[in-house]
Nanobody, 123 residues
């Protein structure tokens, strides 16, 4: 069973950068980042395979965010650049399941979830 713990959230100004980390224990399968706001609900941000060879992104990322995975450290990272107030949300990392190697944008396909970390971007 996978357990996920996010870190790295905080309050930053528009145009700044922030790095989120997700530390994983257990087998979690391919990993994703989602974010949640009252207005939009929980939406897909990015996903990656543990070998780092395949990744997908939401269209709104527009090259600003980069997801990476380090299997040796059991960590998945989301580097976020050029942040705007629209990026304000609670960010969650998620795992699809111990034997899953296929990427997905669908939150219903993820079995394990972290507790979330707040990112607030002031304009």
């Amino acid at each position: 069973q996978g357990q996920l713990v996010e870190s790295g959230g905080g309050l930053v100004q528009a145009g700044s950068s922030l790095t989120l980390s997700c530390t994983v224990s257990g087998r979690t399968g391919t990993m994703g980042w989602f974010r949640q706001t009252p207005k939009k609900g929980r939406e897909f941000v990015a996903a990656i395979t543990w070998n780092g060879l395949s990744s997908i992104y939401a269209d709104f990322v527009k090259g600003r965010f980069t997801i990476s995975a380090d299997g040796a450290k059991n960590t998945v990272t989301l580097q976020m650049n050029d942040l705007t107030s629209e990026d304000t949300a609670v960010y969650y990392c998620a795992g699809r399941g111990s034997s899953v190697t296929v990427l997905s944008r669908d939150r219903s396909q993820y079995r394990y979830w972290g507790q979330g970390t707040q990112v607030t971007v002031s304009s």
